[in-house]
């Protein structure tokens, strides 16, 4: 079983990739021809997640949706890292205890 920081860490991980992906697609937005990329997650076997990168079908931009990708992306980072937090506040508290 993977450990609870290790999870939190692959949902920071894939909130940088989305956060990352909406900078990239609002950057390229007067590109001709462009297509926005996709970021795709996955749940992994034993706990946190796994990210890939897509096109999407059609050429041009939606801003809007990559606005709330951001938003969502920031939210999703900051709930992970205040898992990986009390994780870690917990394990220092379990070994003082024992000490």
Known sequence: MTSVS??????MQA???ALDTSAHN????????F??????QSAQR???VATSLGRATNEGAAL???MVAQLQ??????ANLAVFKT???MAGALIDHKA
């Open 35 to 40: 297509r926005r990329q996709q970021v795709i």
């Open 64 to 66: 809007e949706t990559d």
């Open 26 to 33: 609002v950057a390229n937005v007067s590109t001709p021809a």
């Open 15 to 17: 909130a940088q990739a």
């Open 87 to 89: 994780s870690n506040q």
């Open 73 to 78: 992306a920031k939210n999703a980072f900051l």
């Open 46 to 48: 034993d706990g946190g």
């Open 6 to 11: 290790s999870i939190a860490l692959s949902g």
